[in-house]
């Protein structure tokens, strides 16, 4: 629910600063266009529902803001959070004077000032450095308003492709409406210069000496509001310090060997904090990453159950019943927790499911295959060709592995490793396998076909087909982690292909798979190999041509 709020206040408050800032753009064309602007979203802004959905809004977030300072145990945070905050709390100290000189005077004093010209008379001719603050507000308002929105975004699959638009949105919103609200500022003070009568026209409507001394001390009692609350705030956090610290501390032990003696109801990525242990939390800690995840171990009672939306985080990720979210998990005893992902991990790291972070055995079918003689045919081409050529082959490969329910593991040179059956079974993985490499073949004749003229001879392949246990899990370095596959089985899969250069065949498969598959592969001739760093030796299959292989209808 607090999370919904803040989102929902948040969304509502930004709508406000796009629409106003967008008026403000409207100053790079001129005055006149800053009040047609003004005179569309002035009224809807002013509609009674529009005003309290706003100012709720407003006092809301705001409220939000407070409680998640008194929720923290500790003041100890990433930087743009930190960043976040003060700017966020700088808002309200800011804004207060201009929504006092513009509605509140408006609305409760009948002063008529909802105006660009009036406005823009006072700020930069009447009152500069209130302008200048105002120039300020915006950057502030803007970045507090940006960061909430990445924190929010960079978990969405989508965000990294639109990374560079929002960027430049980001960029270029404030740019623009700053350069208008210094173009307005520019033709009111040279209207001041050219016309005589301007400045009266300009502070028409202005409230009288009395109120503009209440309007001040409204300001003044505001801004007392908004720092006293923060004050109140972090007083209390201070008085709760030190009574739980009477009620005794918990420990928090780290794998390195260090350890922290905390109030409770600190959490255990504020534990880390504040031991200065890099921890990840792409979420800035609000329980919908899972990337500060750790495993816990403590004594019965410390480690309360999880909260609804924790456990649903939990469970997304397939996490065991001893990993918890560091960030929400707030220990009532002693505890020893190992964060699980590495301190700098990227936001799309947060969902992987557990069995794949870490590793799992599985029984599964791999595939490899590699071109024949495709050396000596790119020796004789353009580097140009040899990509072109390439890319039509991965092309065709790769859509016969997946149309067959397989998964593309690595393309390595012009070779293609392929995993079958992860998740459903070997059995399953051994028929998908034998039918990408049927539709592989198929696939080499058609590209064959279309390739007629372009190359000397056709292009041909050589597959091998194993099945067995391995390892399966997220693999590999930064944006190079992939899910892949290491074991025996692996090893074996590649000795198969390559020995269908040996055997002069297109496909060569353990009788394993075969058995495995439910499949007659008994038209195919049968031999026994020894495959290096195997004690017994392997019996397989040659297949002459993977057309030849039996369709799934006649399995
Ligand atoms: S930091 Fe994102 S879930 Fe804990």
């Known amino acids: 629910m607090t999370r919904r709020i803040r989102l929902v206040s948040g969304l509502i408050m930004f709508s406000y600063l796009i629409s106003h800032f967008t008026n403000h753009m409207l100053g790079l064309v001129s005055l006149d266009a800053m009040e047609a602007g003004l005179r569309i ?3 809807f802004w002013s509609y009674p529902l529009v005003s309290w959905a706003l100012y709720g809004a407003f006092a809301a977030h705001f409220s939000l803001a407070l409680w998640a300072l008194w929720q923290r145990r500790t003041l100890r945070m990433p930087v743009a959070m930190a960043v976040q905050y003060v700017l966020g709390f700088t808002v309200p100290l800011l804004a207060i004077q201009h929504a006092t000189l513009t509605r509140i005077a408006e609305s409760f004093y009948g002063a008529d000032r909802g105006y660009y010209t009036n406005v823009l008379f006072g700020l930069w001719h009447t009152h500069p450095l209130n302008g200048a603050l105002q120039a300020l507000l915006l950057v502030i308002a803007w970045t507090h308003a940006c960061i909430g929105l990445r924190y929010r975004l960079r978990l969405e699959p989508w965000y990294d492709r639109m990374q560079p ?15 208008g609200y210094a173009e307005g500022g520019r033709e009111v003070l040279e209207r001041i210069a050219r016309e005589p009568g301007f400045p009266e026209q300009a502070t028409y409507g202005r409230p009288t000496p009395e109120v503009q001394d209440e309007l001040a001390d409204i300001v003044a009692w505001g801004r007392g509001f908004v720092l006293g609350s923060i004050a109140a705030v972090l007083a209390a956090r201070q008085m709760r310090r030190w009574l739980q610290a009477r009620r005794g501390l918990v420990r928090i032990g780290y794998p390195s060997g260090q350890s922290i003696d905390v109030v409770r109801g600190t959490s255990i990525l504020e ?9 990840a939390s792409v979420c800035g800690g609000r329980g919908r990453c899972s990337t500060c995840r750790v495993r816990v171990r403590g004594k019965a009672g410390a480690l309360p159950p999880p909260s609804k939306d924790e456990a649903a985080v939990l469970r997304r990720v397939g996490a065991p019943p001893n990993v918890r979210l560091a960030c929400q998990l707030r220990p009532r005893g002693d505890v020893e927790a190992v964060p699980l992902l590495p301190p700098l991990v990227h936001a799309s790291e947060g969902f992987r499911h557990s069995g794949q972070l870490h590793g799992s055995e599985k029984e599964i079918a791999i595939l490899f295959a590699d071109l024949r003689a495709f050396t000596r045919l790119a020796e004789t081409r353009l580097p140009y060709d040899v990509v072109f050529l390439l890319n039509r082959y991965f092309a065709a490969m790769g859509h016969a592995i997946e149309e067959a329910g397989g ?7 012009d070779g293609i490793m392929a995993l079958f059956g992860i998740d459903d079974g070997a059995e399953a993985g051994c028929r ?6 049927r539709l592989m073949s198929l696939g080499l004749d058609e590209l064959n076909r279309a390739l007629e003229h372009e190359i000397d ?3 041909r392949i050589g597959i091998g087909i194993h099945v067995g246990p391995v390892i399966v899990g997220e693999m590999g370095y930064g944006p190079a982690t992939q899910l892949t596959a290491v074991g025996d089985a692996v090893n074996t899969a590649s ?10 065949c297109e496909l060569v498969l353990s009788d394993d798979v075969a058995v495995r598959a439910g499949l007659d592969m008994t038209a195919f001739e049968l031999h026994e190999v020894d495959i290096r760093g195997r004690r017994q030796p392997l019996v397989v299959r040659s297949v002459r041509h993977g057309e030849l292989l039996p369709a799934p209808a006649a399995a």
Do not use: N, Q
Not at 271 to 279: D, E, K, Q, V
Not at 432 to 437: N, P
């Open 165 to 179: 638009w929002l960027y430049t949105f980001a960029l270029l919103v404030p740019v623009l409406a700053l350069l």
């Open 407 to 413: 998964r593309v593991d690595k393309f390595i040179g």
């Open 457 to 459: 001879a056709p292009l």
């Open 432 to 437: 998908h396998a034998i039918e990408a490499a």
């Open 271 to 279: 534990a880390s904090r504040m031991l200065r242990i890099p921890h």
């Open 495 to 504: 000795r198969l292909e390559a020995l269908s250069k040996e055997f002069a």
């Open 41 to 43: 979203v002035y009224p």
